[in-house]
Nanobody, 118 residues
Framework: QVQLVESGGGLVQPGGSLGLSCVAPGSISSAATMGWYRQAPGKQREFVASISSGGTKKEADSVEGRFTISRDNAKSTVYLQMNSLQPEDTAVYYC????????????WGQGTQVTVSA
């Protein structure tokens, strides 16, 4: 069973920062896109950011300029640095690994809670 291990969530005040990390097995992450989605209570899961194996990044408009995604291929780890956090960023954050060429697959982490509140 493939396991993605997330860490770094927690409680932070508005305007604060948090960093998330997600470790995946090297066998599945080396040639795949890694990234993050989030799901707030009562809302659908939404895309946050992704980074390809070659380093191409994509970010949601809602986080552009505040969140930074990066990856360390040697450690099979993807990071999400979140700055200027706002209450609307409160959600469970899920990392994923996705390969879009054969063999295709998508694996998800268990989720980590991020709460932005005074």
């Amino acid at each position: 069973q493939v396991q993605l291990v997330e860490s770094g969530g927690g409680l932070v005040q508005p305007g604060g920062s948090l960093g998330l990390s997600c470790v995946a097995p090297g066998s599945i992450s080396s040639a795949a896109t890694m990234g993050w989605y989030r799901q707030a209570p009562g809302k659908q899961r939404e895309f946050v950011a992704s980074i390809s194996s070659g380093g191409t990044k994509k970010e949601a408009d809602s986080v552009e300029g505040r969140f930074t995604i990066s990856r360390d291929n040697a450690k099979s780890t993807v990071y999400l640095q979140m700055n200027s956090l706002q209450p609307e960023d409160t959600a469970v954050y899920y990392c994923y690994v996705r390969r879009s060429v054969t063999p295709t697959y998508t694996y998800w982490g268990q989720g980590t809670q991020v709460t932005v509140s005074a």
